[in-house]
């Protein structure tokens, strides 16, 4: 019910979007996340959005990142601008009913299949 694309090759510095793209039921009310997963590292949070559209972000992508959301069209979005090697990961989008801005992966009930995004120094 969520497809997360956008993913690629980039240079240090550059920028990628990355969309979710949800399906099967309106996620309107639902808290939107996104989550990396790097090469032999634990799944982390990067960032989510509210119905209200408060935000949150890791300490290591704000200033860099920005996500946002369009209900009309059921997606949510990742801008991820002067992107670092260590960005490199592969990226799950999220979504959970009934929470704020959570960052627990647990909280989340249903996810996406995830987009590589690999950064090149």
């Known amino acids: 019910q969520l497809q997360a694309s956008g993913g690629g090759l980039v240079q240090t510095g550059g920028s990628l979007r990355l969309s979710c793209g949800a399906s099967?039921?309106?996620?309107?009310?639902?808290?939107m996340g996104w989550f990396r997963q790097a090469p032999g590292k634990e799944r982390e949070f990067v960032a989510v959005?509210?119905?209200?559209?408060?935000?949150a972000y890791v300490d290591s992508v704000k200033g860099r990142f920005t996500v946002s959301r369009d209900n009309a069209k059921n997606f949510m979005y990742l801008q991820m601008n002067n992107l670092k090697p260590e960005d490199t990961a592969v990226y799950y989008c999220?979504?959970?009913?009934?929470?704020?801005?959570?960052?627990?992966?647990?909280?989340?009930?249903?996810w996406g299949q995830g987009t590589l995004v690999t950064v090149s120094s």
């Open positions: 999220a979504a959970a009913l009934g929470l704020r801005l959570p960052t627990v992966s647990s909280d989340y009930d249903y």
């Open positions: 959005i509210d119905w209200s559209d408060q935000t």
């Open positions: 099967g039921r309106t996620f309107s009310h639902y808290a």
